[in-house]
């Protein structure tokens, strides 16, 4: 039975006159992990240990697990230094010992529903890494950060190929600082090019009562990874001896990333009057090796305008105008150009195709949906037109897999 699964995502869009902020940008690579697949139940072995809740600030050392069974993949990140929280999505599980952790919770045949009483219990490692502008790599703390909770956090410094500016710190290309000079190849802001983060999710000891003989069948953990300008939604699913009918959920990663600054100045708004001239805003990518996937983008989170204004109070009157959004697709099943939304208009699926690693010669062939999001505004707006303010937006991508 095919069911559709249905997740919002959404940024905001700000104009006014101010200073910009560079984009930050987080990317999902399967690489040699997987979001599927998760043996939830086999005892504790080299490569899936069963963790003893004492034991896991152990997990924050210098070893390493991107060969163990629970390794989900890479995140590449571009951008500002940045805080990136970790929180539960769901689905919520039921009747949790103190303190909440992460949970696979079960998925009950045959419409794929959730059963919040069955569960394991996991938690998660990040260990950053660079990739510096000559290809050579960096262990940048030499140890894991553990997220074992939702909430917690952990930081990455400054990634990405702009240039620094003279008088100020810069590097070269193998990561060296001093003072900006072109002579002598002090040149970039920031001493790597990309950051990556391997992630991988540890089992714990704790599990609902008889899991391994009364909780057979399929589970999914939904997480979502969020900093300045970043949101990585990733949908995880593992297993405990399903039966040949049981329906696995749907495991894939979709973010949305603000590439247009904090705020866009108004002067430069109102020069971006069609879909072929429009303004950049963001990038949305969704990638998955189990389902195809659907992406919407809309006014609301209830998925039915498609109305889209920027809107301020300004001297107690609600003050709004319209703008249009635009999908400029990378990767997309059934389109190729540049498109402007529209009730009739708003279906971007994705596409089978081969997807490269941004930092090494790896691959995937996997179900994918890139791509821009741009805005535009009616042509005739003048700098006067509307009176100054703070004005907002924002925009809600859903994404519906099946």
Not at 161 to 185: D, F
Not at 263 to 282: A, K, N, W
Not at 306 to 326: E, H, K, M, R
Request: hydrophobic share 30%.
């Amino acid at each position: 039975m095919n069911l559709l699964r249905k997740i919002s995502v959404l940024f905001f869009i700000l104009f006014a006159i101010t200073s910009p902020l560079s984009a930050n940008r987080l990317m999902f690579e399967t690489s040699t992990g997987t979001l599927t697949d998760f043996n939830l139940s086999e005892s504790s072995t080299g490569t899936n240990p069963i963790v003893s809740t004492y034991n896991i600030p152990n997990y924050g050392g210098s070893s390493e697990y991107w060969s163990y069974d629970g390794f989900v993949g890479r995140l590449i990140y571009q951008g500002e230094p940045n805080t990136i929280t970790i929180e539960n999505v769901g689905p919520v599980a039921s009747s949790t010992p103190t303190p909440t952790r992460f949970y696979y919770t079960k998925v009950v045949y045959p419409n794929r529903s959730s059963d919040p009483s069955k569960w394991r219990e996991v938690f998660f490692v990040a260990r950053v890494k660079g990739k510096k502008h000559d290809n050579g790599s960096v262990d940048i703390y030499s140890n894991n950060f553990v997220l074992d909770n939702p909430g917690d956090t952990f930081t990455v410094s400054g990634a990405g190929e702009e240039l620094s500016t003279p008088g100020n710190i810069a590097y070269t290309a193998s990561g060296n600082s001093g003072t900006y000079n072109v002579t002598t190849g002090y040149i970039y802001k920031y001493p790597y090019k990309y950051l990556w983060i391997d992630f991988t999710a540890l089992r714990t000891a704790n599990a609902t009562k008889s899991f391994s003989r009364r909780a057979k069948g399929y589970f999914e953990s939904i997480i979502q990874l969020k900093g300045e300008g970043i949101h990585q939604v990733i949908s995880l699913q593992g297993y405990n001896s399903p039966n040949y009918y049981d329906e696995n959920p749907h495991a894939y990663s979709f973010s949305i990333e603000r590439l247009a600054p904090d705020s866009i100045p108004f002067s430069q708004l109102i020069t971006h009057t069609t879909y072929q001239d429009s303004y950049l805003v963001g990038h949305v990518r969704f990638h998955s090796t189990d389902v195809t996937g659907t992406v919407g983008f809309y006014a609301d989170s209830s998925g039915t305008s498609t109305d889209f204004l920027f809107s301020a109070t300004v001297g107690g009157a609600q003050i709004a105008f319209p703008y249009n959004v635009v999908f400029d697709p990378v990767f997309c099943g059934n389109s190729n150009v540049p498109s402007t939304i529209s009730s009739s208009n708003n279906a971007f699926t994705s596409e089978y195709t081969t997807v490269n690693s941004v930092i090494d010669s790896q691959s995937s062939t996997e179900n994918a949906l890139t791509g821009d999001i741009r805005i535009f505004v009616a042509n005739g707006l003048t700098n006067t037109s509307f009176r100054a303010a703070n004005y907002t937006s924002t925009i809600y991508a859903i994404v519906q897999t099946n």
